[in-house]
């Protein structure tokens, strides 16, 4: 069964910085492209970050780009999102999900199978 698990989100401090973590069972994550989408109260589901399958290219939103990183481990069959210096509008419900486009798209529509999501609060 394909399930992807996000954890990582967390109360955080405008400045702070925090790992999200996407974690696979049921496939291995290096086969697909694994994007990082974000939904905020009230507004939709935008994508943040995503890397495409073995060692393909990454792309990120202009929102977040030079302050996130997306990565992975082999060993741990996990995608990383490692975020830095969090503003109070980074707050929202993060998902990563999974698809076969390569390069991989910030286009949440074009995934098939999410998460459940991990909140991040950035606030003072």
């Known amino acids: 069964q394909v399930q992807l698990v996000e954890s990582g989100g967390d109360l955080v401090h405008p400045g702070e910085s925090l790992r999200l973590s996407c974690t696979a069972s049921?496939?291995?994550?290096?086969?697909?492209?694994i994007g990082w989408f974000r939904q905020a109260p009230g507004k939709e589901r935008e994508g943040v970050s995503c890397i495409s399958n073995g060692d393909g290219p990454t792309n990120y939103a202009d929102a977040v780009k030079g302050r996130f990183t997306i990565s992975r481990d082999r060993a741990q069959n996990t995608v990383y999102l490692d975020m830095y210096s969090l503003r109070p509008d980074d707050t929202a419900v993060y998902y990563c999900?999974?698809?076969?486009?390569?390069?991989?798209?910030?286009?949440?529509?074009?995934?098939?199978?999410w998460g459940q999501g991990t909140q991040v609060t950035v606030s003072s």
């Open positions: 049921g496939f291995t994550m290096d086969y697909y492209t």
């Open positions: 999900a999974r698809d076969r486009l390569v390069p991989c798209t910030l286009q949440a529509r074009l995934y098939d199978d």
